[in-house]
């Protein structure tokens, strides 16, 4: 994953804050998609993108948003906080091409929301 | 919603035994199968990627098969170390998925001295 870069590493929000979770590539990869990991849940797409300037939900897209004006950065971001938003967040990156292309996962920024 | 289903959740092993865990998935427009190793504050490594029924892939001691016909994947690792303990993910792709890949919750694997 030395490719794909996630900031900040660890945040704490009260509840009804806003904040942006970052992500940036240097692998230029179409394919960039943001997942929360839940004990007992998994990894869960949250948002995804294809390409710069388009963007689609995932599995539980509500109080996300998310942007893509370049190939290389990909921001979440949180309108208004909730306990519930409490999580790990991964950031991951695959190759839009033909075939079943590995993702790349960066390494993750763990929230927590009071 | 895809059902993916990884067991056991957890396992508990011995350093030299030898290991196999399963992940199941729907048979129906398969496209791909991917397993991931997961250690603890750490992020997912990629593995394999699996998609022709009967595919087998191996790296070093970890091996893995694939089923598409009746829908599941095993992993197994022969004469597990104390370093294979991590989270071992398998997410499945479907055709006409829109690139999505769906995660199963993983197995747990301990390796113990």
Avoid at chain 2, 6 to 19: A, F, I, K, M, N
Avoid at chain 2, 26 to 32: K, L, Q, R, V
Avoid at chain 2, 37 to 60: C, H, I, Q, Y
Avoid at chain 2, 72 to 95: H, M, N, V, W
């Amino acid at each position: 994953n030395a490719g794909v870069t996630q900031t900040p590493k660890f945040q704490v929000l009260k509840t009804g804050q806003s904040m942006t979770l970052q992500c940036a590539q240097d692998m230029n990869h179409e394919y960039m998609s943001w997942y929360r990991q839940d004990p007992g849940m998994g990894l869960r797409l949250i948002h995804y993108s294809v390409g710069a300037g388009i963007t689609d939900q995932g599995e539980v897209p509500n109080g996300y948003n998310v942007s893509r004006s370049t190939t290389e950065d990909f921001p979440l971001r949180l309108l208004s906080a909730a306990p519930s938003q409490t999580s790990v967040y991964f950031c991951a990156v695959r190759l839009r091409g033909g075939g079943p292309e590995t993702q790349y996962f960066g390494p993750g920024t763990r929230l927590l929301v009071l | 919603i895809l059902n993916v289903e990884q067991s056991p959740q957890s396992l508990h092993v011995q350093e030299g035994d030898s290991t196999n865990f399963t992940c199941s998935f729907p048979s129906s427009n398969f496209y791909a199968l991917h397993w991931y190793r997961w250690e603890t504050a750490k992020s997912p490594e990629a593995l394999f990627v699996m998609t022709l029924n009967g595919d087998e892939k191996k790296k070093g001691r970890i091996s893995a098969t694939l089923n598409t016909k009746e829908g599941y994947s095993y992993l197994y690792i022969k004469g597990s170390q104390p370093e294979d303990s991590a989270t071992y993910l398998c997410a499945f792709r479907i055709t006409g998925g829109g690139n999505k890949l769906t995660f199963g919750t993983g197995t747990q694997l301990k390796v113990e001295l």
